[in-house]
């Protein structure tokens, strides 16, 4: 079965909403990195959290790695944060992705 | 720091055409990762080396697929006789060590279309 799933699998905001994008990882993760996609673009990384909470600018992640979930926050959204936001586990060394959650702001 | 670089950053093929994918990981970063990123399947592990020997090639399909980490400067992905299936991007990372504590930073990717 899929080792990580994300939801929602899609979401739409209007510009100044929050987001809360959720990730569930069925394997002990000892890392778990957010990562942003923008269309047709590379894959940046966002976060590195493998459990507590972190925050970046408006971002911030919670994961509890004992109940094997992690969220996304995006706060005060802006349209140039429509992408894909894709969340991912290290099982050993190699990152196991889940599907993502496609995110478009509206203005 | 110019990141990871990867060449072509589009490479279209005629099936049964080879082609060959080029990385350069950040300087200094001992692991390099493949992946390949397809609608269907999402995003998945292909290989790994570190310090340049090949550790893990789990991912890779058993024909047709090849991977070399020549010298620390460059990795290449090679498809022999290219099928349309292989149409995907393409990705490459690298991190300062293996493990997992260790972030992966990603390249900008190759879209390879065979058509």
């Known amino acids: 079965g899929q080792q990580v799933q994300q939801s929602p699998a899609s979401l739409v905001l209007q510009e100044g909403e929050n987001a809360e994008l959720q990730c569930n990882f069925s394997?002990?993760?000892?890392?778990l990195q957010w990562f942003y996609q923008s269309p047709g673009g590379s894959l940046v990384s966002l976060l590195s959290?493998?459990?507590g909470t972190k925050h970046t600018g408006r971002l911030t992640s919670t994961t509890v790695t004992k109940e094997r979930r992690s969220s996304l926050h995006i706060s005060s959204s802006q349209t140039t944060d429509s992408g894909t936001y894709l969340c991912a586990i290290v099982l050993g060394y190699k990152l196991t992705f889940g599907t993502g959650t496609s995110l478009l702001v509206d203005p | 720091n110019a990141g990871v670089i990867q060449t072509p950053r589009h490479k279209v093929t005629g099936k049964g055409q080879e082609a060959t994918l080029w990385c350069e990981p950040i300087?200094?970063?001992?692991?390099v990762f493949w992946y390949r990123q397809t609608i269907v399947q999402g995003l998945e592990f292909l290989t790994y080396?570190?310090?340049?020997?090949?550790?893990?090639d789990s991912g890779m399909p058993k024909e047709r697929f090849s991977a070399q980490m020549p010298n620390q400067s460059h990795s290449t992905l090679k498809i022999q006789s290219t099928q349309p299936q292989d149409s995907a991007v393409y990705l490459c990372a690298s991190s300062v060590d293996w493990g997992s504590s260790y972030e992966q930073y990603f390249g900008p990717g190759t879209r390879l279309t065979v058509l």
């Open positions: 959290n493998p459990s």
């Open positions: 394997s002990t993760a000892t890392q």
């Open positions: 300087s200094g970063h001992s692991a």
């Open positions: 080396f570190r310090n340049q020997a090949p550790i893990d």
